[in-house]
């Protein structure tokens, strides 16, 4: 049977999928609204977005846990890779490659992903599935081909998804994009 923290784990993998809007998109639309009270918001999502109410209520305590700073960063990187533990080298070796770029990475994670930013957030890591890890890269001007895919409804804060499933695919050419999106920010 899975633990609290895997099944918040796992809803936070289908967050978007179920209500139409990633984690970050409900901060916003909760920060906008100005209202702090959990079953206040709870009910705006459920009645105003159509949000089923388990959903509203990860939502409502993601939005308090954002408001009020916690960021146990150890733990939440721990219940994104629960029950996906093939994929943590992949994210094991992002984080190393990115760390060598300079002393200005911050590497934020968040309860469903991990923000990489400079000045700004440069890319997100994100396990998606059990098997396959979502690097989002914010790219200005760069085309969408092969690998580097357009982010769609991925995460609409970042402009390129790139799928990863072994530590092999965080190539040269993944980390020459991640370079020139840390030097872009």
Do not use: C
């Not at 599935?129 to 895919?149: P, Q």
């Amino acid at each position: 049977m899975a633990t609290p923290e895997e099944q918040a784990a796992k809803m936070f993998e289908n967050l978007e999928a179920q209500t139409g809007q990633p984690l970050d998109g409900w901060l916003k639309i909760l920060k906008k609204s100005g209202l702090t009270k959990h079953g206040e918001i709870v009910k705006l999502l459920k009645s105003d977005h159509g949000v089923t109410h388990g959903y509203a209520n990860l939502i409502a305590h993601a939005f308090k846990e954002d408001r009020e700073g916690k960021t146990d960063q150890g733990d939440l990187v721990s219940a994104q890779y629960a029950g996906k533990d093939a994929l943590r080298p992949i994210y094991d070796r992002i984080i190393e490659a990115v760390s060598g770029f300079g002393s200005d990475v911050e590497i934020a994670p968040k309860k469903g992903y991990v923000s990489l930013r400079r000045k700004t957030q440069f890319a997100l890591v994100q396990p998606s599935t059990k098997t396959r890890l979502d690097l989002g890269i914010k790219l200005r001007d760069w085309k969408h081909a092969g690998r580097l895919e357009a982010s769609g409804s991925f995460n609409a804060m970042v402009s390129h998804r790139v799928r990863l499933e072994t530590v092999k695919d965080v190539d040269a050419e993944v980390v020459g994009w991640l370079r020139e999106a840390y030097r872009e920010a």
